[in-house]
């Protein structure tokens, strides 16, 4: 039971990664699901989130008009696309789910590293 995540690397500032988020062991279309980020010293940060049904996303200010997230539910793959990365946006990325319902996230995944520098 588990997410795990994959798609972080190095990038140019202005440049695109996507992020994928595998679920298994849990009916994942019942599950709302975000991404999260935390640099080295700073607090973990929501980016966006999306709802079971993927007909709901909320974006973090920072990266709105940037980010986009989306699901598959058939595929159980939650996914991050990033376009024009800044310096700002190095983190490690990790990607939670949680019951409708619940404020707490019941799954987390490792995380990737992402980051952005010339």
């Known amino acids: 039971v588990g997410l795990v995540e994959s798609g972080g690397g190095l990038v140019q500032p202005g440049g695109s990664l996507r992020l994928s988020c595998a679920a298994s062991g849990f009916t994942f279309m019942n599950y709302h699901m975000s991404w999260h980020r935390q640099a080295p010293g700073k607090e973990r940060e929501l980016v966006a989130h999306?709802?079971?049904?993927?007909?709901?996303?909320n974006y973090a200010d920072s990266v709105k008009g940037r980010f986009t997230i989306s699901r598959d539910n058939g595929m159980n793959t939650l996914y991050l696309q990033m376009n024009s990365l800044k310096p700002e946006d190095s983190a490690v990325y990790s990607c939670?789910?949680?019951?409708?319902?619940?404020?707490?996230?019941?799954?987390w995944g490792q995380g990737t590293q992402v980051t952005v520098t010339s």
């Open positions: 999306i709802s079971s049904t993927g007909g709901s996303t």
């Open positions: 939670a789910a949680r019951a409708s319902g619940i404020i707490t996230y019941k799954y």
